[in-house]
DNA sequence: CTGAAAGCGCTAACAT
DNA sequence: ATGTTAGCGCTTTCAG
């Protein structure tokens, strides 16, 4: 490898020579109009070959204007983002479309400092599109970004302008669900370690808690933020115990905050599904690696990958999809509650 | 928002005009040359500002013949990338040394069939530069991207050129460390679960182990291989288990598979730390979750993902760094062992 | 069906 | 210190 990139890369022109055509016949080809002749595309195509032609990238993106590439932005800090498998899941999902398309997907970890360097990048036409994955709300600079290129979020955004497209998760339902399945099985005192009070997931979520929680005539035994992480899912726990009174059950707003509420239980002599029921939200894989292994709401991350996905390409190819969409949650029964 | 994207952005032209100076002086201002007045530079700023002109990358990246931008190649597929802290950490370091200097950052994962078109991606000239960080070995299409661009590996490669760059951590002195402190400890009868026989990092732990042992006169008790992840890891621990006969200690390569060792050794009523001494690899977030805490050989990622990016920055500055670097484990004593 | 010509927005000599 | 002049490699009318 040299210190300078290889840069004899070929031309279309020198495919042109080759091929013994002109430069928008390459072009023609390239692009998969149909209006070559078979003479032609089979010289053109051969010259290609030859030759290992890959079209520059940055001349054709100036010429066409569009890049061809979507961004895929995490406004998280890097540990939050792969600390979550979440995100895994939802990534998974959204790189599986974009990549049966002929997208490239540029992911942007624009955690804090590094935004406004972010905003540049996707300001400058870098790409023609985002997808903008987060559990978290209140990122101004995304704003900013909504009016140069199509986005969609995922999740509901913080303040839902009427021309923002979104793929939520019935967050409401799967809280209210989740509280419900604790009442039936007879608990009476249940508290929540929820998510953070300044994303709609988390917010959502603790209403379902409440509202089934009221349909039943009945307090929360607690209820204390934590942020989305194992560690202060935790520390909320370990908050919510505190008292030295121990509630019946505990509706944990992620499964990773569940596995920091094993924890936090277990320093106190108390065995989850046993003396405490302890019911989830993600059914990631954080949920079957615990033991005994977690009951929780299943989200379908995954596919809201691939809709957010879809979405997005439909809203480039000019196709006017729905504005939004909202998937179902579904409860998972295991060993903890 | 507009389904076509707001193309009406300001060009070097226009902030020219409006700083009535001309586009060569523009394009001195947007790139920091000394060479301009204060009386011009003052005018361009604030046309910059009016106009909010942010400059087309692509056309930049035509003129120039660079784009500023690195890739991040992850030739692993999206559960296994989003599964392991250790990507995390390696990650949460490339993108800090990357943050601070003036490239951005095109994550790539590059799993099986996407290859294709990352290579082509990458040959197109989309990028200056390519970082590929992986637990990996044999993945073909990356030396072909070595003729293309500059390359900086995570971790040796499996067959290494003489051009190669790498960052690496020292894995046989990790894996003999890890295996001499159970030795110490009085334990005799010590398994391991390995990381595959495909990658480098696997490989080389089970040398350091192996060696160890030998050093002291004794055999392995069992060797299994864990696939670096939490369910192969505890299918491992299991196939140990399987002869009815229990070891001593297990080292584990990779804390990941730790969790899985766990799972299965308290399945048949072994408690880790107690009835079984555990030692991890990698001291990640896995190995402070886990109750008793993990005793683990810390790898330092996080500084590996910044040596390699500062690596490639210093490749691309025509700077010509050495080119392997090979960094120090170090044992982290908790409670499993 | 194919070629010629005119840019896309910017940088980089080269003058001045 | 600043402007002028050529392109960078490709797409895209517009003729033919």
Redesign the pocket.
């Known amino acids: 490898m040299s210190l300078t990139p290889v840069?004899g890369?070929?031309?279309?022109?020198?495919?042109?020579a080759r091929a013994?055509?002109?430069?928008?016949?390459?072009?023609?080809v390239?692009?998969g109009?149909?209006?070559?002749?078979?003479?032609?595309?089979d010289a053109v195509q051969r010259a290609i070959d030859e030759l290992q032609?890959?079209?520059?990238?940055?001349?054709?993106?100036?010429?066409?204007?569009?890049t061809r590439a979507i961004a895929l932005v995490i406004p998280e800090d890097t540990d939050r983002f792969f600390g979550d498998p979440f995100f895994g899941s939802i990534v998974a999902g959204i790189s599986q479309v974009i990549g049966e398309s002929d997208y490239v997907m540029n992911m942007l970890i624009a955690s804090d400092d590094a935004s406004a360097k972010a905003l540049g990048y996707l300001r400058?036409?870098s790409v023609d599109g985002a997808i903008v994955a987060s559990h978290h709300t209140s990122d101004t600079f995304i704003d900013r970004l909504a009016d140069t290129v199509p986005v969609v979020y995922g999740g509901r955004p913080a303040r839902v302008r009427p021309t923002d497209h979104y793929v939520d998760v019935d967050n409401v339902q799967g809280g209210r669900d989740a509280t419900q399945y604790l009442l039936d099985r007879g608990h009476r005192r249940i508290a929540t370690v929820a998510g953070p009070a300044d994303m709609p997931a988390g917010i959502d979520r603790l209403q379902g808690f409440r509202d089934a929680l009221a349909a039943a005539g009945l307090e929360p035994f607690a209820v204390e933020d934590g942020g989305f992480t194992e560690t202060e899912g935790a520390d909320a726990m370990r908050r919510i115990l505190a008292s030295g009174d121990v509630p019946d059950a505990v509706f944990v707003a992620s499964d990773l905050m569940a596995r920091g509420a094993y924890t936090a239980l277990r320093e106190r002599g108390l065995e989850p599904g046993r003396d405490v029921a302890v019911i989830g939200f993600d059914d990631s894989s954080a949920a079957t690696s615990l033991l005994p292994a977690l009951t929780t709401i299943r989200q379908p991350s995954h596919d809201q990958g691939r809709q957010m996905a879809r979405m997005l390409l439909d809203l480039l190819a000019g196709r006017a999809p729905a504005s939004t969409a909202i998937l179902p949650t579904e409860i998972i029964e295991r060993g903890s509650a």
Do not use: M
């Open positions: 840069r890369a070929a031309t279309i022109e020198e495919v042109a013994g055509v002109s430069r928008s016949t390459v072009s023609r390239v692009n109009s149909t209006a070559v002749s078979p003479a032609a595309l032609y890959v079209p520059n990238r940055a001349a054709r993106s100036l010429a066409s204007r569009q400058s036409g």
